[in-house]
């Protein structure tokens, strides 16, 4: 069990490039358009990316799309930043950052994935009744600082009346590839993991469900597909190619049975067992943490910098316009 984990790398772990293409034939008048697609991380978090990959939606609307991963916001940025993608797949804290930087090249979001935060806070005893109070003085498997992951927990900490400062000791050094394996060996008593990890380690007995993140902290868009400026400009038929895809993928998620969404993720997850996919699909669609439509709403983006400048990593003076930072024409007229 624990070779198969780390192999998984935590269901995170460098995925490596796959060039993915739609297992049925579509007729095209045109050659498909070459899309470098970059994801932040990889998880059922974002399944209805794959759901789009898998049933053909991206390869209906014209569109050849090459995934790669990049285990962490500041490395998407990075290729997204030095043309070394075309669209990428991360938290908008990335773009907010970009927006107040020096940088001449700037990223715009155009088209939601996530409404809320997709982890799941675990422990390593099972408890009948979880009252985050728990927590208090212990040691907790947080995530890079300055992520999206992280500010999430502090905002769920600061929530229920504990302050991720002093009340609680957060381990935020652990590579990604290796947060799996370094729980399986006994660090820390409590942590937060992303889907399939969560379900794959209580199937395995490794850990306890004590929390979701997101449902504790409320919806606040998480993560979000994303262009340079200067991309979306000068493709703007691609970018509502894309929008349209993934709205065709977000209805289907949202209705599809847990077992079938499991079945269509299985290739992109393999040596994860059928039993955690499909628990983690029930798990992300009772906590309605897939969106439903590609729209962002203004208000999302305001508390998604309230969590920010109350985490300590924006100046309230600095906070972007949502009109600077999301670009909503696509997601609205997406169908």
Known sequence: MLDRRRVLGGGLAAFGSLSVSSPRAFA??????K????EVVHSILYAPAYVAIAKGYFAEAGLDVAMTTAQGGDKSMAALLSDGADIALIGPETAIYVQISDSPTKARIFCG????????????EKV???DWKMLKGKEILGFRPGSTPLLYLEAALRKNGLDPQTDVKL????????????WIAGQNQYAIFIEPDASQLEIDGKAHYLASIGETVGFADYTAFMASEKYIRDNPAIVQSWTNAILKAMKWTEKAPAAEIAKTLEPFFPGVSPQALVGAAERYQRLKIWKSSPVIEPAAIEKFQDILVQGHVLDPAKRVKFQDLVVTEFASKAK
């Open 35 to 38: 899309i470098r697609y970059n």
């Open 113 to 124: 994935l996530t409404a809320t935060d997709g982890f799941m806070l675990v422990g390593r």
């Open 28 to 33: 095209q008048t045109k050659p498909p358009i």
């Open 171 to 182: 381990s935020n050094n652990v590579g990604i590839p290796a947060r799996v394996g370094s």
């Open 128 to 130: 009948d009744k979880f």
